[in-house]
Structures are given as C-alpha cells and as structure tokens.
C-alpha cells in the first residue's frame, strides 16, 4: 500500500496527455485551492478532480463489508469525508467542478470521458 501515491497516477497522466494534445493550458495540482486540483484553470475558476475508485470510495457502501480491516475502512471513509470538504470549499470561493472517477477512464467510457473534460474546460461560460 505505501507504494499508492497521490499524484502521477495512470489516470491522471491520461487526461494531462488528453489535454495537452488538445493545447487545453491547465494547472496541475493546483496549490492555491483547496485540496489541490488535479487539473486547474484558475483564471476561469475550473477544476478537475481525478480520483481513484478504490481510494476515494466509488460505491463504497456496496463493498464496504468486504475490506477486512477497520483501519482500512476508516480511511476510504475519511478519504470520502475530505472529499466533500474540499469540494464544498472549492464551490464555495466560486470554483466550478467536476469529478472524473476512475472507471469512467477505462476503454469502453474513455472517449466520451475525456471529450466532457474538454468541454467543460474551454467551454464554460461562468
């Protein structure tokens, strides 16, 4: 588990790819916002959370039972809690946002993931 890191993800490195081939300019893990952004716009107030299904609680309730250790439990559960926090935040200093979970990267939802990120990052009219 220690070797899960929070940046530099395979989904994160394909929507960075995805955008720069697109010459879509962003900020990576945005600092200056809360819970740093994945992919940020500052100047627009957009950002992009990239997050993985295990780790961020994608359907947690349904496989909650299954994790055999409580520790690991609580940490999705804090991780979820976190999540909503920063997201709140973020909508809150006037920051739009939207959540590319980690699933909606793979083959089949790939394309149509990608081409909503583009959208909602040079078409967003606030």
């Known amino acids: 588990m220690a070797r899960i890191r929070p940046k530099g993800t ?18 990576r893990h945005y600092r200056k916002a ?10 627009k107030k957009l950002a992009v959370l990239i997050d993985g299904d295990f780790w961020h609680g ?9 994790i055999p250790k409580k520790y ?7 991780n979820i ?4 926090r920063n997201m709140a935040k973020l909508r809150r200093r006037g920051w739009k946002v939207l959540r590319v ?6 083959p ?4 149509a993931t990608l081409e909503k990120v583009r959208t909602f990052l040079t078409h967003a009219n606030y």
């Open 108 to 111: 089949k939802k790939r394309e």
């Open 81 to 84: 809690a976190r999540d909503r």
């Open 101 to 106: 979970w980690e699933h909606d990267l793979f």
């Open 58 to 66: 994608w359907r947690f309730s349904d496989w909650k039972s299954k």
């Open 72 to 78: 690991w439990r609580g940490k999705i559960e804090a």
């Open 34 to 43: 809360p819970g740093s952004p994945d992919v940020a716009v500052p100047s």
């Open 10 to 27: 395979k989904p994160e490195a394909l929507v960075f790819s995805y955008l720069r081939k697109n010459k879509i300019h962003f900020q």
